[in-house]
Each structure stands twice: as structure tokens, then as C-alpha cells.
């Protein structure tokens, strides 16, 4: 079946910089797009949504892009922090009752 | 603090045996969730439920079972664990309003079948 899928498993980032994780998807009828963010030992925790219908959302210091036309999906995360260092996940749906299909996640390690 | 609560948070369980993982939500959200997460596969739905009263399968059911009695409690049931199903299991619910529908997740019930 179509799922969403990661490109880089490790991103290092320097404290202080900008991160950005990019996710492609191929089920064309995708149409809500969810990321997530883990930390060691705990559950997902929601970062931002954004709908098919829309290219960018913006929320506090991340923004998620949306790109159909390649079905692409990217986080940005501005002035990057010790903090955000997790697995991050994107993961999309075509039910609106929201049986999400997750990536294998993106390793973020944040470096002073 | 409002959320998902789910127990055990951990537990050794001899194959053969049955297990419940209890999960009880209290914000009122009419779907709820199962995932596990092993790695590199990412997280995957074993059964939902939409509203209580009903539920439904997900990618990887086979060998797990799920009741909705009622709106907060949605429990999961090995009725036999085998060693393949040694994973982390994440309880999630939502309440999905027009386009969005934030899932929240509990924080894991971590299971291993010797």
C-alpha cells in the first residue's frame, strides 16, 4: 500500500540554526498532514497540522510546508534548541476520522 | 492533568498468556486509538474505534482485540502473546472537528513476550 516515508534518518543541527525535515508521501489523496515530535521514552507529542488545501501553516517557531505537486511535505524549525532534540514523524490521512499512516521518523540530535 | 492514562507502563509476559493493556481517556473524545511502535517500522494501527460501541481494524490486528464500552475506556487484549508482539503501544484518542483532528497519544506501555 501507499505510505509516507522519510529521507534522512539522522539530522545534526547546530544549536541556534535552522532545522528542516523534509517527508514525501505518495498516496495522492493524502489529505491531512500531521508532525510529530518524540522524545526517548515518551509518546508522540501533535507539533502542527496543515490540509491539503493549504501550502504553509505557521505555529510557534515551526512551520510546516506543504508541496503537492512532488507530494512533499517539510518542518522548519526556527533558531533550533537543545529541546528539540527527538524523532520527528509526519504522517498523513485520507479519513477524516484520522487512521494516520506514520513515516519511520527523522532522528533530530541538536549539537552545542 | 487532562489526557490519556494507559498501564501497565511496562510488563514481562510469558508467551502463552493473555494481557490487557488498559487505556482511559478524559477529554471526551469520541476516537480512539491503537498503535505500536517497533523500530524503524515506525508507529501502526492495530484497532480503532470511532465512537463507543464500535471498532474497526487497523494494519496489523491479527492476534489483538478491542472493546468500547463506553466513551474513555478503550482497552487492548492479547489473547495468547507471542514473541513478535513485543513492542510499545500507544493508547491515542481525538475528537476530530470539520478538517482537524489532533490525535494525542498516551505516554506508552512498553511489552515484552519472552
Known amino acids: 500500500g501507499e505510505s509516507v516515508g522519510l529521507h534522512l534518518p539522522t539530522l545534526s543541527v547546530q544549536e541556534g540554526d535552522n532545522s528542516i525535515i523534509n517527508c514525501a508521501y505518495s498516496n495522492s489523496a493524502s489529505d491531512y498532514f500531521i508532525w510529530y515530535k518524540q522524545e526517548s521514552g515518551k509518546g508522540p507529542q501533535f507539533i502542527i497540522d496543515?490540509?491539503?488545501?493549504?501550502d504553509k501553516r505557521q505555529g510557534q517557531r515551526v512551520t510546516v510546508l506543504l508541496n503537492k505537486t512532488v507530494k512533499h511535505l517539510s518542518l522548519q524549525i526556527a533558531a533550533t534548541q537543545p529541546g528539540d532534540s527527538a524523532v520527528y514523524f509526519c504522517a498523513d490521512t485520507t479519513d477524516s476520522w484520522g487512521k494516520l499512516q506514520f513515516g519511520a521518523g527523522t532522528q533530530v540530535v541538536v549539537t552545542p | 492533568i487532562a489526557g490519556i492514562t494507559q498501564a501497565p507502563t511496562s510488563q514481562i509476559l510469558a508467551a502463552g498468556r493473555r494481557m490487557t493493556l488498559r487505556c482511559t481517556q478524559d477529554m471526551r473524545h469520541n476516537a480512539m486509538y491503537w498503535y505500536r511502535q517497533d523500530l524503524g517500522l515506525g508507529l501502526r494501527l492495530i484497532h480503532y474505534s470511532n465512537t463507543a460501541g464500535t471498532t474497526g481494524k487497523g494494519e496489523v490486528p491479527d492476534g489483538y482485540s478491542v472493546s468500547r464500552a463506553n466513551t474513555d475506556d478503550f482497552p487492548l487484549t492479547l489473547a495468547s502473546a507471542v514473541p513478535s508482539q513485543t513492542s510499545v503501544y500507544f493508547c491515542a484518542s481525538s475528537d476530530p472537528k470539520g478538517w482537524e483532528n489532533t490525535i494525542y497519544f498516551g505516554e506508552g506501555s512498553w511489552l515484552t513476550v519472552v
Open positions: 496543515i490540509r491539503s488545501n493549504m
